[in-house]
């Protein structure tokens, strides 16, 4: 009687009347459903982008608002618990973990600094400023490679100052090579948190950054050496 009720109905009474079958209902909850969660998950994702934008003015640090998008993905139904878990690369996680430590035990003991000292040596004691902004670039880019960058550049920038200064030369030059050089963190799989976070997923080797980074690094060097001086002169 229903349908006989709806096929004589005017057309734009026919969507009221028609009686949906119980599973077409819960499917277009269960479609509801996974848009509000898509929604959700969109609006924490650009939360998430802004604070780490904001960071230096909100003083929340980047880990802690993953951490708390995260309790809000699984509060709000997005993911549950087991998700979460099995989401974290626990490889990943200890990886990085040691590379830190590693890094941290490299700049705590000096040893960076042996390192950095030794590779000015070779320079002399007058290098001209087309070979100390070299020196310094390549030594950047690779220090920056098993440490932070932000390590790496405050331990050059006094270092390639003062040899500047040393030799008559404007810095300004000099100190954006190092800025360039700690910034070519693409050369292993612990230059950067990035590099890492894809190695095990895409199944690189080791070599394989080697491969990529390196031809990648010497151009940015051989770019650097030609605009450099130019935006910056060495002797004004």
């Known amino acids: 009687m229903r349908w006989l009720l709806c096929f004589y109905l005017p057309e734009r009474y026919k969507e009221e009347a028609v ?45 802690l608002i993953g951490i708390v998008c995260v309790v809000v993905l699984g509060i709000a139904g997005v993911l549950n618990e087991k998700q979460i878990y099995r989401s974290i690369d626990w490889s990943t996680v200890f990886f990085i973990v040691g590379m830190l430590t590693l890094a941290d035990a490299l700049v705590k003991s000096g040893a960076s600094k042996v390192i950095a000292n030794g590779a000015v040596a070779l320079m002399g004691k007058s290098p001209s400023g087309y070979v100390l902004t070299a020196a310094l670039f390549l030594l950047s880019a690779l220090l920056t490679q098993f440490m932070s960058n932000t390590a790496t550049a405050g331990m050059l920038y006094p270092i390639g100052i003062a040899i500047a ?27 950067t948190p990035a590099n890492t976070m894809v190695m095990i997923p895409g199944k ?21 050496l030609v605009i450099l001086p ?7």
């Not at 209902?25 to 780490?52: D, H, P």
């Not at 080797?205 to 060097?221: C, H, M, N, S, Y």
Request: aromatic share 10%.
């Open 204 to 224: 690189y080797k080791f070599t394989d950054w080697v491969k990529v980074g390196a031809p990648l690094i010497i151009i940015a060097l051989l770019v650097s």
């Open 230 to 236: 130019v935006v910056w002169p060495f002797f004004k």
């Open 19 to 63: 009686i949906h079958s119980p599973e077409k209902t819960v499917k277009n909850q269960e479609n509801r459903g996974s848009k509000n969660k898509q929604i959700i998950a969109v609006v924490v994702f650009i939360i998430y982008i802004l604070g780490i934008i904001f960071e230096p003015q909100t003083k929340i640090s980047a880990p």
């Open 165 to 191: 200064r040393g030799i008559g030369a404007d810095p300004s030059s000099v100190v954006m090579a190092i800025a360039i050089g700690c910034s070519c963190a693409f050369a292993t799989p612990i230059g």
